[in-house]
């Protein structure tokens, strides 16, 4: 009860600091902000799917799965919507970049990941990534000049709440 109250706190939080964007239709983002929260759930879902039903394949074959089958989904889309072959050629200098992010944001990014639910469970490690919004906020005030509102510190002290109630250390232990 107190993990899933702890998640659900989370979430919420992250609703509340981006309560904000929502309420104002701030340049037309907020299929983007509801798209970005139901990821952070969906991701939460996930982890605790693959440690459940998954414990025996190797987190590199989970991974290489996992993202090979989501390329394979959203390849169609890509084709329809982006229509790359209508556009300029990318300099390599992008194409080298976009590799990069591939393989050492995204491969990488997931390894940990998975080295987090071994480490500290699955319920923990998918309640981190409420982290990340906390990090992208921090990058834009620093570098785009944004700045904290109330909704910012209200959120943040739900999502630290929600993991403190979902951190293993804190859990009863079984015997």
């Not at 989370?10 to 104002?24: E, F, N």
């Not at 390894?111 to 480490?119: E, Q, V």
């Not at 992208?136 to 944004?146: H, L, N, S």
């Amino acid at each position: 009860m107190k993990r899933t109250l702890g998640i659900g706190i989370g979430i919420i939080g992250l609703v509340i600091i981006y309560l904000p964007m929502l309420l104002k239709g701030r340049e037309n983002k907020e299929i983007g902000v509801w798209l970005m929260i139901a990821a952070t759930a969906f991701y939460g879902m996930g982890s605790v799917y693959a440690r459940t039903h998954l414990k025996k394949d190797p987190g590199i074959v989970v991974l290489a799965f996992q993202l090979g089958l989501a390329s394979l989904i959203l390849f169609p889309f890509m084709l329809g919507i982006d229509q790359p072959f209508s556009n300029a050629t990318p300099a390599l200098a992008s194409v080298l970049s976009l590799i990069g992010l591939g393989v050492i944001g995204s491969a990488g990014g997931f390894l940990f990941y998975y080295k987090a639910i071994d480490f500290s469970g699955p319920m923990f490690a998918s309640l981190a990534l409420l982290l990340v919004p906390i990090f992208a906020m921090i990058i834009g005030i620093a570098f785009m000049g944004d700045h904290f509102v109330w909704t910012t510190y209200l959120g943040v002290a739900c999502i630290f709440g929600g993991i403190l109630l979902v951190h293993p250390i804190l859990q009863p232990k079984s015997k």
